[in-house]
């Protein structure tokens, strides 16, 4: 017996570049999807998407797959609203997690209303909305939940260890999200995982995290992400007889920028160019820090830019305090460039399998992190002898790789009888 496809999930276009919706619909698993905002199929959305300034021209792009049908969409109008809010004011503080909170009830609720209407056996929803989504959720649903970001308790956790070492530029980590949420949502962003019959978290760190703090570890799998292999390609490395290094990401204390700068004082870097790019928060401190690091700071920059600076340095270097994954040390590796993480990222997770094409310093560590990066400097030809393996290392994990495993992820959660109807 063959009955109609029946799993509901939310989208919102930035953890997993629709391929978690790709995968469902491949597998003929997906009647629908709610969302903030879809774009339909046609000539039109393309040319619309051509001519927009290039600010919204990334948020238009991740509205619209063409391997979704968009009869598959059903977008959330209080959602779209507060979406729009967001992109087109600077809200902060109580204010940006009240349209926070508001936009995510919202968006969970026409999840449910989809689900029921469907009479889905299978819900999948992100962990910053699992808890509204499946409070009221008829308990005959199966609820599939990815961990974007490690477990939010662990993060606190994990914050308050680095406080108390008088950690440099320490008050970022303050002005991070998860330090700062109001009692409602941080409640909510706990009860998540334990609502949830199966979670799946793009790292072992990021499963630990859940481990750690009771959620069942049978209950937690892991899928990694992928790379876009096309768009960045290999590169050759920097200039004969130099040495780059590279930061790209939000220049915050999550990523570890008040670390390096303390830990690139240490090095002797009269032949080595640190390169930092990313939006930079208007922070004065930061802001002196950078300009008295010796370091060239670019800003934000665009894709095109991010794939050459990736192509053309020696080293890409993030020594992150959390990652729930962290794509950019697989687009450096797709580029062919090493990279220097920690053991709260992915790059443990790359390197079980590929040893040579990376480096974990200690999170938190000024003194682990500078003397990983002097060993790294004092041979310098080892990191132009790798990249070839770099790119292999990355071809492990493409978008390809993501549905596949995610699907069959999907397809083992599920209830057995409907296995059974489905004919898998």
Same mark, same amino acid.
């Given at each position: 017996?063959? +009955?109609?496809?029946?799993?509901?999930?939310?989208?919102?276009?930035?953890?997993?570049?629709?391929?978690?919706?790709?995968?469902?619909?491949?597998?003929?698993?997906?009647?629908?999807?709610?969302?903030?905002?879809?774009?339909?199929?046609?000539?039109?959305?393309?040319?619309?998407?051509?001519?927009?300034?290039? @600010?919204?021209?990334?948020?238009?792009?991740?509205?619209?797959?063409?391997?979704?049908?968009?009869?598959?969409?059903?977008?959330?109008?209080?959602?779209?609203?507060?979406?729009?809010?967001?992109?087109?004011?600077?809200?902060?503080?109580?204010?940006?997690?009240?349209?926070?909170?508001?936009?995510?009830?919202?968006?969970?609720?026409?999840?449910?209303?989809?689900?029921?209407?469907?009479?889905?056996?299978?819900?999948?929803?992100?962990?910053?909305?699992?808890?509204?989504?499946?409070?009221?959720?008829?308990?005959? +649903?199966?609820?599939?939940?990815?961990?974007?970001?490690?477990?939010?308790?662990?993060?606190?956790?994990?914050?308050?260890?680095?406080?108390?070492?008088?950690?440099?530029?320490?008050?970022?980590?303050?002005?991070?999200?998860?330090?700062?949420?109001?009692?409602?949502?941080?409640?909510?962003?706990?009860?998540?995982?334990?609502?949830?019959?199966?979670?799946?978290?793009?790292? @072992?760190?990021?499963?630990?995290?859940?481990?750690?703090?009771?959620?069942?570890?049978?209950?937690?799998?892991?899928?990694?992400?992928?790379?876009?292999?096309?768009?960045?390609?290999?590169?050759?490395?920097?200039?004969?007889?130099?040495?780059?290094?590279?930061?790209?990401?939000?220049?915050?204390?999550?990523?570890?920028?008040?670390?390096?700068?303390?830990?690139?004082?240490?090095?002797?870097?009269?032949?080595?160019?640190?390169?930092?790019?990313?939006?930079?928060?208007?922070?004065?401190?930061?802001? *002196?820090?950078?300009?008295?690091?010796?370091?060239?700071?670019?800003?934000?920059?665009? *894709?095109?830019?991010?794939?050459?600076?990736?192509?053309?340095?020696?080293?890409?270097?993030?020594?992150?305090?959390?990652?729930?994954?962290?794509?950019?040390?697989?687009?450096?590796?797709?580029?062919?460039?090493?990279?220097?993480?920690?053991?709260?990222?992915?790059?443990?997770?790359?390197?079980?399998?590929?040893?040579?094409?990376?480096?974990?310093?200690?999170?938190?560590?000024?003194?682990?992190?500078?003397?990983?990066?002097?060993?790294?400097?004092?041979?310098?030809?080892?990191?132009?002898?790798?990249?070839?393996?770099?790119?292999?290392?990355?071809?492990?994990?493409?978008?390809?790789?993501? $549905?596949? $495993?995610?699907?069959?992820?999907?397809?083992?959660?599920?209830?057995?009888?409907?296995?059974?109807?489905?004919?898998?």
């Amino acid at each position: 017996m063959t +009955i109609k496809p029946n799993i509901v999930a939310q989208y919102l276009g930035r953890w997993d570049a629709c391929n978690s919706l790709i995968a469902l619909h491949e597998r003929n698993l997906l009647s629908g999807f709610c969302t903030d905002f879809w774009l339909p199929d046609g000539a039109l959305s393309q040319r619309l998407i051509n001519l927009s300034p290039h @600010s919204v021209r990334e948020q238009f792009t991740k509205a619209r797959c063409p391997k979704i049908p968009s009869t598959l969409a059903k977008v959330d109008p209080k959602s779209l609203w507060y979406t729009f809010l967001v992109k087109t004011h600077r809200f902060q503080g109580k204010q940006a997690q009240r349209i926070y909170r508001v936009q995510g009830e919202s968006l969970s609720r026409a999840t449910q209303r989809l689900a029921h209407r469907h009479r889905a056996s299978a819900v999948f929803a992100y962990s910053y909305y699992a808890a509204w989504t499946f409070d009221g959720l008829d308990r005959s +649903i199966r609820r599939l939940m990815y961990q974007v970001h490690p477990y939010a308790p662990a993060i606190r956790a994990i914050y308050e260890d680095i406080l108390k070492t008088d950690s440099p530029l320490g008050h970022l980590l303050l002005q991070d999200g998860e330090m700062g949420l109001d009692l409602e949502l941080a409640a909510a962003l706990e009860r998540g995982p334990k609502m949830a019959d199966k979670i799946f978290a793009n790292s @072992s760190f990021s499963r630990r995290t859940l481990i750690e703090f009771g959620i069942p570890a049978e209950r937690v799998s892991v899928i990694p992400l992928g790379a876009d292999l096309k768009r960045f390609a290999f590169g050759s490395g920097p200039p004969t007889g130099r040495l780059r290094i590279l930061f790209l990401g939000n220049v915050s204390g999550r990523k570890g920028i008040g670390i390096l700068l303390e830990a690139w004082k240490q090095l002797n870097t009269r032949s080595v160019e640190l390169i930092i790019a990313g939006s930079v928060p208007d922070d004065r401190l930061l802001r *002196d820090a950078l300009n008295n690091s010796g370091a060239t700071v670019l800003g934000r920059v665009d *894709d095109a830019t991010a794939v050459h600076l990736f192509q053309t340095s020696s080293l890409f270097c993030m020594p992150s305090l959390i990652e729930g994954f962290g794509l950019v040390y697989l687009q450096s590796l797709s580029c062919g460039t090493p990279v220097l993480g920690t053991e709260n990222t992915v790059v443990p997770d790359i390197l079980a399998s590929a040893p040579s094409v990376g480096f974990v310093a200690r999170a938190g560590s000024i003194d682990d992190l500078a003397e990983t990066l002097e060993s790294i400097l004092s041979y310098p030809d080892a990191l132009a002898e790798v990249r070839d393996r770099c790119r292999m290392a990355a071809s492990r994990y493409t978008w390809e790789a993501y $549905r596949q $495993r995610f699907g069959d992820w999907v397809e083992a959660n599920l209830d057995d009888d409907v296995l059974t109807n489905m004919g898998v």
